[in-house]
């Protein structure tokens, strides 16, 4: 019996390895951390926020920081030993709250607006660039610019794999467009056609900020419905708006929301165009 187990056991470990099974490999107060992919895990926070951790031959990525986690740069050394890479999506306190435990971090420039609104960061700090390249050692991750939720959010891509890692760029079903400084909804149309045309090129899955709320992957289809929709906002073609329920400090004083098929934009009708 208990051979008969073991075996069962052993079994199980292997298929899930082979089969990209999600696995749970590390759990504490703050924090999930499970194996969905070859050399990816996904970090969900009690409170709903999401890190990814990607690992190449030589080097680790960890992709945004959450909001408070102890001790998060060791509990990271539960996973990878490797050298890290630290990229912060946009700079939002959900998304770079623990950003002071790192030595470096990766963003971009037009984010440093918004550092008054987290805490402050004294190490290195690497600005990136559309199209900036990242070698992990066989395996290559690239920095996209897909501003509006911020002015200076990024998507991390990993073409190989098919997978893009969006933080909040595209929402997690929903996206915040009425937070400060604004962007006009021009801005967040051509980011969806740039995602339509980089899921055109090989890119299948989008990993979003806030994974726990969806526990899946969106396709190309729920890019293409988040521009439609930001397209009929600027027609004044879309679905009739209701109130959003929540406000928040750096947001519209009214923030509205509308809905199309699985896709809904909370945006400031003071900043359409």
Not at 108 to 128: E, M, N, Q, R, W
Not at 139 to 153: F, L, N, Q
Request: aromatic share 8%; hydrophobic share 40%.
């Amino acid at each position: 019996m208990t051979l008969k187990y073991n075996f069962l056991s052993i079994l199980l470990i292997l298929l899930t390895s082979v089969c990209g099974l999600a696995q749970e490999v590390f759990k504490n107060n703050d924090l999930t951390i499970t194996k969905l992919e070859k050399d990816m895990w996904v970090i969900e926070t009690t409170d709903k926020t999401t890190m990814y951790l990607i690992e190449g031959k030589d080097k680790a990525m960890l992709i945004d920081t959450g909001t408070k986690c102890e001790k998060l740069n060791e509990v990271i050394r539960q996973v990878t030993q490797k050298p890290l890479i630290v990229v912060i999506t946009h700079m939002h306190g959900d998304h770079a709250g623990n950003m002071d435990q790192f030595d470096e971090i990766y963003m971009h420039a037009a984010d440093t607006v918004l550092f008054k609104h987290v805490k402050p960061y004294s190490g290195k700090i690497h600005f990136v660039v559309d199209g900036q390249a990242i070698d992990l050692g066989g395996k290559i991750m690239d920095i996209s610019y897909m501003p509006a939720h911020t002015p200076g959010s990024i998507v991390v891509l990993d073409r190989i794999a098919g997978n893009c890692y969006s933080g909040d760029a595209f929402g997690s079903g929903q996206v915040w467009l009425q937070l400060n400084p604004f962007s006009p909804m021009k801005t967040y149309v051509n980011s969806c056609k740039k995602m339509e045309r980089l899921m055109g090129e090989g890119i299948t899955r989008i990993y979003c900020g806030h994974y726990p709320y969806v526990k899946k992957a969106y396709d190309k289809a729920y890019i293409t419905e988040m521009r439609q929709l930001a397209e009929a906002l600027i027609n004044g073609t879309a679905p009739e708006a209701k109130p959003h329920p929540q406000k928040v400090s750096i947001g519209a004083e009214n923030p509205m929301m509308v809905t199309l098929g699985g896709a809904t934009i909370v945006y400031d009708p003071e900043h359409i165009k």
